[in-house]
């Protein structure tokens, strides 16, 4: 595909983002980012650092 095709294309999709306002959940999202908050805090307290293994 050439240049300006490329750019055409590139252009429709973010004048669609742009304008289109999709229905969006906010609780959805809402959950979606305090259980992705919990994992990571979770996750961070399970890493074992233990530098006589590399020996």
């Known amino acids: ?5 490329q750019k055409a294309k590139h252009t429709k ?3 669609e ?4 306002s ?3 959940d906010l609780s959805q999202l809402e959950r979606e980012l305090s259980g992705a908050q ?3 805090d ?10 006589e293994d590399d020996e």
Request: no cysteine; charged share 30%; aromatic share 10%.
């Open 1 to 5: 595909m050439g240049r300006g095709r």
């Open 13 to 15: 999709v973010a004048r």
């Open 17 to 20: 983002l742009k304008y289109q």
């Open 22 to 24: 999709p229905n969006t």
């Open 38 to 40: 919990q994992a990571a």
């Open 42 to 51: 979770s996750s961070d307290s399970s890493w074992d650092y233990d530098d």
